[in-house]
């Protein structure tokens, strides 16, 4: 079964401070890799997504990953954080030989980002 | 409206009570999904539909737990005998195919059902 890991639990930064997120999975196959946020009070947004092609994938907001498959890891980025980034984020897996979308979330990361 | 809109937004039952949650998917969408998110926890898989049948039930936690799309459009989540470890927040999604082809799935704001 696939699964999926994110080691940071609550992230705290101040604005202007780089971000990356840890994400690993565990899955020997093809898999298709999204990035969920969450604002306060509001429902699961899309962040960005990797199919295939280029593995460093860019989406909203300036977020990025990378996509390493030797690490089974798809790490989020952003250079600069603002205030508004104050979220909850989910790494989730799509292991496509199951024939269908149904996805694998890791448990998230609360990120607080302090003005 | 445009996205996938699910009612009620809250729901709070009695132990040992039958409830129903709504999902009405974005049009058009043929995969609908249903998770389950606790406290502190990211979403998990319940039920996968393409079109009205159910392709996928293995993430339904015990019999309890039934899920109908008699028309290929609203799905309806229901359980029986209700029990205090079945309150979290349940999410429904959908997405235009499902059948692994590279889409990505659109997620409601979600049912927080509390069974007291």
């Known amino acids: 079964a696939q699964s999926v890991s994110q080691h940071n639990h609550h992230v705290i930064l101040s604005e202007a401070a780089s971000l990356e997120l840890g994400c690993n999975y565990s899955y020997g196959g093809t898999v298709n890799l999204f990035w969920y946020v969450q604002y306060p009070g509001q429902h699961l947004q899309l962040l960005l997504k990797?199919?295939?092609?280029?593995?460093l994938v860019k989406g909203i907001k300036g977020f990025e990953a990378e996509f390493i498959k030797s690490k089974f890891s798809f790490n989020l980025r952003k250079p600069s954080v603002q205030w508004s980034d104050t979220a909850e984020y989910f790494c989730?897996?799509?292991?496509?030989?199951?024939?269908?979308?149904?996805?694998?979330f890791g448990t998230g990361t609360r990120l607080t980002i302090i003005p | 409206g445009a996205g996938v809109s699910q009612t009620p937004s809250n729901k709070v039952t009695e132990k040992g009570k039958y409830v129903e949650l709504r999902c009405d998917p974005i049009?058009?969408?043929?995969?609908l999904y249903w998770y389950r998110q606790s406290l502190g926890q990211g979403p998990e898989f319940l039920i996968y539909?393409?079109?009205?049948?159910?392709?996928?039930d293995s993430g339904l936690p015990n019999d309890r737990f039934f899920a109908v799309r008699p028309e290929g459009s609203v799905s309806t989540l229901k359980i029986q005998r209700t029990e205090r470890g079945d309150s979290a927040m349940y999410l429904c999604?959908?997405?235009?195919?499902?059948?692994?082809?590279?889409?990505?799935?659109?997620f409601g704001q979600g049912t927080r059902l509390t069974v007291v």
């Open positions: 539909f393409q079109g009205t049948g159910a392709a996928d």
């Open positions: 990797y199919f295939s092609g280029d593995p």
């Open positions: 989730a897996v799509n292991a496509l030989n199951f024939g269908n979308e149904k996805l694998t």
């Open positions: 999604a959908s997405s235009p195919s499902g059948r692994g082809s590279n889409t990505e799935a659109f």
């Open positions: 049009s058009g969408h043929t995969a």
